[in-house]
């Protein structure tokens, strides 16, 4: 009997050893909200964003990416503590890196001015009828965001502009000509009068 469990001892030690579990990282769950305060824009105004991230987890969330896309017709954007990318309107973008400890809080600001419009006739870009700004946070180096969220703001409809200058020509040209035409034909009733009395 002590001769088996002897050998039973023996072969369990030349066996390898079961391998490690992988460690499984903690679980994330982030909120985050945008707002500007306001509710319509236009060009020409500077909107202000107040980015809210709240870790709802228990565990610290290290070297998060904040990012903002600004509207399309950004023609400017600062990011407070970020850096801003991209040029030219539809191509603006704040990001933001930072740790977020557990259930902890942090506020990003940022700023956009939109663009003069391409149009003088319009106040937006052509087929813009809101001005839209999204926020994702992304956790690690994961390509998929771990939460987002958007603001829109109304801008105003396009305004007939002031007419252009051809077009008045074009009015004063067809004006000429009925004025013409209209003395023609007064002179030409007055001789058939006085061809009929004479």
Known sequence: MRTAAVCALLYAATLPAPPAAVPVPPAVSVSVSVTDGVDRAEAGR???????????????????RIEQEMPATTLSATAAGGTVGGHGTSRQKAVWHADLPAHDIQVFTAGAVLGAPRDPD?????????????????????????????????????RPGPERRDTWVWRGAAALVSALFVSGAVRAVRRGRARRSG
């Open 46 to 64: 500077r909107l202000d964003y107040r980015i809210t991230v709240h870790n709802l987890g228990a565990h610290d969330v290290h070297r998060a």
């Open 122 to 158: 319009t106040t937006a870009a052509p087929g813009t009828l809101r001005a839209a700004s999204t926020v994702c946070v992304y956790a690690g180096p994961s390509a998929a965001p771990t939460a987002c969220s958007g603001n829109l703001d109304d801008l105003p409809t396009a």
